[in-house]
């Protein structure tokens, strides 16, 4: 059944959608123009908010700031050390979740639970996990005779000391998403399959897989998209720093550093755009891949 | 309420989906809109309700022009496909909530609508929600929520879609039942020609959005103005055989054979065109015999015979055109049988090939 | 048959050493909240201090102003989501059920902002809200969070689902659209709405950078702000660190497992759809 718009219904819908629209508006979209330009202001006052003149000074700054390509490189670390894992722990036990077991409501509970917990304060705890000397870690790790490990103030160590609390924070949201992927699959397709004589590795590998490949693929999209903005983690787990020796300092590390601490507004506004066209660029080609990838 | 539709049209984009419609429907008559789907029934009925603006053309009822005016001020009920129950209230709720709406004080709002609940036989089912009814109990509570205002207006929206065959013919007496237990004038959309003829006081039948015919179902039944009334209504559907029109003697020659036929009904020669017609005849309007000799008849190979208990349906072939007739039951006929078939006095219809219109004259 | 009992028990193995792994952190941190200073420090860990020290929290809540930060906190929860909760559903009314010029234009618009990551909304809100004066004020914790796009296309969705005869009924039946809106179709979303709001209400209890830096004085910070700076003056004090952390994870906890089959079930629609 057709309706034309008229002037009135016009009219009506802007009167429902004025409040989401005003705060929309001011906070979403004109700071995303307005960032834009702000990346090209060279000379400006902030307070006066006056610009004297537009360049790409910003941009090359931050092209030849060792400190930006080392926060660049970081991130890089870090996605590839959280995403891949965190989806293959996740995807196991999701399956195991997924079987004919008791208490699966339980443990999905437990598993979901860092996901509700405040980053800062749960940071905190892993701050202490990690401890040097009286953190429970290295004391388990002391029971196979290892080492002490100095996690945050070794910058060897700082990044997968980070990479490990993340894991664990993430995999809660990641199995809810795969258990919803994998109840979706048609069990007829398990029955067939058996009957043509696949064994459960057989099965997993041609059935599941497949079945799941848009869980998948939107999962790791989320997944790479959301490590890339990685913040409350560093900055609660040392303290306000990026780690020793900036050795965990991440992109918005780096953005956030400029803005609140050195004022820089241009360079910040200039590597926000950067950061966005990385993550622009890498889902870009996390699509190509899907497209080709996805099996139906 | 009496209802008048003049010229009345709905154009969406650049589909016509109504198309200049002229009815007059009488105070407490029972009126189907009837058609295949797309013909623009429930496109008429959605303007009567005042859920669509016709793009042109007038709406009268009783003496005011309701055109503008909004749904719930014209005065009208509606009972929709899915009945459109609000899932989160109760049966009482959903019957009172027109009523609430109309602030009506809510004592009263309940007890009218215990009545109207006692009316359509739910009365014991008010604490229940929608979910957890039958369809037919659901399309009672629709039929009360829709009644419950007192409106001059009942519009049902093919109501008996969603029931199951059985559920069907009981809710579409119910239905009957109660429209004539109040009175109100009801419009009823249907694609069912069944439906339509055992219901309906009269029939207003669409195709792609133009106006067909609005008669009595058995008029319409019995002389459809044209083709498409024709094969539309009843079932098995109505014969049509390809013949040739003879102007001198009045007779009919069926097309690839020599079997010829005298028309005695009286044809309407202002409407024929030429001389290429087909014969329109209802499987219980031929006679079989399989005696020779048996004036104004034409014979027939069987091919089949199929006997459902109450009547048997023989197929034959007359040329090569396939026709179907219902015979008695006791009526003892074997495929390759050749049959005589003749047709009972003014039963036969002639459309015009080319304008497909009936041109026999009807009763008036 | 044995075959089927042992990969069984390795199941649940498996998802027992895992729910140790997720839950360890948790109970590691209620642990140290009651211990002495000198249990803290001691090697091999203490698994069952020798007495409770509630007394922990009373002096960690008074180092700091945590009351202050708890209320801050409750504020800008409560109104964020109540006054998120009214945009979306007009909003989502309005993108679902009415018809009006450019609807398809500005819903696609309004979906590719999604693509744009929060962080380069940052600075220029910043200035925006420096210019109105808001810096350092609820305002500036509130007001920019009163809408989201996510949730507008989430209860949409919803929205769209619910059929379309409802509203013609109602209509017949004399009701407006704004009444049909908050009398039907919002009883009809409750499932969506609770989802909403409370994924708002964790998103809102959680969040750190924007309160970071949009809060100055003290008095203006939330939990987990005034956590951090907290962090910095209990020093080497972790049972009183952990017992400033565990209050603040305790409100979420509670509400998750009140009511987290909606929690789960609508992070598993709302990620499957995306």
């Known amino acids: 059944m057709i309706q034309k718009p008229t002037f009135t219904s016009t009219w009506k ?149 980070i990479i490990i609390m993340c894991i664990w924070k993430g995999l809660g949201y990641n199995i809810i998403i795969f258990l919803a992927g994998l109840q979706n699959i048609d069990q007829q397709l398990y029955l067939a399959a058996q009957i043509d004589g696949a064994k459960p590795w057989k099965r997993f590998m041609n059935i599941t897989l497949p079945m799941l490949s848009p869980t998948m693929f939107f999962i790791s999209i989320v997944s790479v998209i959301n490590s890339f903005k990685v913040f409350d983690e560093v900055f609660a787990l040392f303290d306000g720093k990026p780690g020793p020796a900036y050795s965990a300092q991440t992109i918005v590390y780096y953005i956030f550093e400029k803005f609140y601490n050195e004022w820089e507004f241009g360079i910040a506004s200039a590597a926000a755009i950067i950061l966005f066209v990385i993550i622009f660029l890498i889902t870009l080609i996390q699509l190509r891949l899907g497209r080709s990838r996805i099996i139906y | 309420m009496k209802i008048q539709l003049k010229e009345l049209s709905m154009k969406f984009d650049d589909v016509l989906a109504v198309n200049g419609l002229n009815v007059h429907i009488n105070k407490g008559e029972l009126v189907s809109l009837l058609g295949p789907s797309g013909c623009g029934k429930s496109t008429t009925l959605f303007m009567l309700a005042g859920l669509y603006k016709p793009s042109s053309g007038e709406m009268y009822f009783g003496d005011t022009l309701v055109n503008n005016v909004e749904p719930e001020n014209r005065g009208i009920g509606m009972v929709f496909q899915n009945y459109a129950l609000y899932p989160h209230m109760t049966v009482l709720k959903n019957i009172m909530f027109p009523l609430k709406m109309a602030k009506v004080p809510h004592k009263k709002a309940e007890e009218k609508a215990i009545e109207m609940a006692n009316l359509v036989q739910i009365g014991h089912l008010l604490d229940r929600k929608p979910k957890q009814l039958s369809g037919g109990q659901q399309q009672r509570v629709a039929i009360a929520r829709a009644l419950v205002k007192q409106p001059q207006l009942l ?90 029109f003879d102007h001198k003697n009045l007779s009919i020659q069926i097309n690839g054979t020599d079997e010829k036929l005298k028309v005695t009904s009286k044809l309407n020669y202002e409407l024929v065109s030429g001389n290429q017609m087909l014969l329109g005849v209802r499987a219980e309007d031929f006679v079989l015999e399989k005696l020779e000799g048996i004036s104004n008849s034409f014979s027939a190979k069987v091919d089949l015979v199929e006997r459902t208990g109450r009547d048997t349906l023989v197929h034959a072939t007359v040329g090569n055109h396939a026709i179907r007739a219902l015979v008695n039951q006791d009526f003892v006929v074997k495929p390759s049988n050749i049959v005589k078939l003749s047709i009972r006095k003014n039963r036969l219809q002639l459309f015009d090939a080319e304008t497909e219109l009936n041109l026999v004259l009807g009763k008036e | ?124 809100n910043y200035v925006t809200l420096s210019n109105l004066g808001w810096i350092d004020q609820y305002q500036a914790l509130i007001i920019p969070w009163l809408a989201s796009i996510f949730s507008i296309f989430l209860l949409r969705q919803f929205f769209l689902g619910i059929p379309q005869e409802l509203s013609y009924a109602a209509k017949i039946d004399g009701c407006n659209n704004f009444r049909f809106l908050w009398t039907i179709m919002v009883p009809l979303a409750k499932p969506a709405l609770i989802t909403i709001v409370l994924l708002k209400a964790i998103g809102s209890w959680n969040s750190f950078l924007w309160p970071l830096i949009v809060t100055q004085s003290k008095e203006m910070r ?31 906890i509670i509400l998750y497992f009140c009511l987290q089959r909606y929690i789960i079930e609508g992070v598993a629609k709302a990620g499957i759809k995306g």
Not at chain 1, 43 to 65: A, H, M, P, S, W
Not at chain 2, 205 to 233: C, I, R
């Open chain 1, 13 to 161: 819908a802007l009167l429902y959608l004025l409040p989401a629209l005003v705060i929309l508006l001011t906070f979403n979209i004109y700071p995303i123009i307005k960032s834009f330009i702000m990346s090209f202001y060279t000379d400006y006052d902030f307070f006066k908010d006056i610009v004297y003149e537009y360049g790409l000074d910003n941009f090359t700054y931050i092209f030849q700031d060792a400190e930006f390509w080392k926060s660049v490189v970081n991130t890089l670390v870090f996605v590839i050390g959280v995403v891949p894992l965190s989806i293959v722990i996740s995807l196991g036990i999701a399956i195991l979740l997924n079987t004919k077991i008791r208490f699966k409501g339980i443990f999905r509970s437990i598993y979901f639970l860092p996901f509700v917990t405040s980053v800062i304060a749960i940071s905190m705890v892993w701050r202490w996990l990690y401890h040097t000397d009286y953190g429970l870690i290295n004391y388990s790790l002391g029971l196979f005779g290892i080492e002490k490990i100095a996690w945050l103030t070794d910058p060897q160590w700082a990044m997968p000391a």
């Open chain 2, 155 to 244: 519009l049902l929206d093919e109501p008996l879609s969603n029931l199951d065959a059985r559920l069907r013919i009981e809710m579409r007496e119910e239905i009957r039942r109660i429209q004539q237990e109040v009175g109100i004038t009801t419009i009823f959309v249907t694609h069912d020609q069944e439906e339509a003829m055992s219901i309906s006081d009269k029939v207003l039948l669409m195709k792609d959005g133009q106006f067909q015919q609005y008669s009595k179902p058995q008029e319409m039944y019995d002389h459809p103005v044209n083709m498409f009334v024709g094969k539309f209504m009843g079932n098995p559907p109505i014969n049509m055989i390809p013949v040739t």
């Open chain 3, 1 to 124: 048959m044995q075959r089927a009992a042992f990969s069984k028990g390795f199941i649940y193995l498996v998802l027992i050493i895992g729910s140790v792994c997720m839950l360890l952190p948790f109970a590691w941190m209620f642990i140290t909240s009651i211990k002495s200073p000198g249990e803290v420090m001691m090697m091999p860990p203490v698994w069952i201090p020798e007495d409770f020290k509630w007394e922990n929290y009373k002096e960690a809540w008074s180092m700091a102003p945590f009351a202050r930060y708890t209320i801050n906190s409750i504020i800008v929860t409560v109104l964020s989501t109540l006054g998120e909760l009214v945009t979306t559903i007009l909003a989502a009314y309005a993108f679902s059920r009415m018809h009006f010029y450019g609807r398809d234009i500005l819903f696609s618009i309004l979906l590719g902002t999604m693509m744009v990551p929060g962080e380069v909304l940052l600075i220029p």
């Open chain 3, 222 to 252: 939330t939990l987990p702000v005034g956590l951090t700076s907290f962090s910095t003056e209990a020093g080497i004090n972790y049972e009183l660190l952990m017992a400033a952390s565990t209050m603040i994870i305790l409100p979420m």
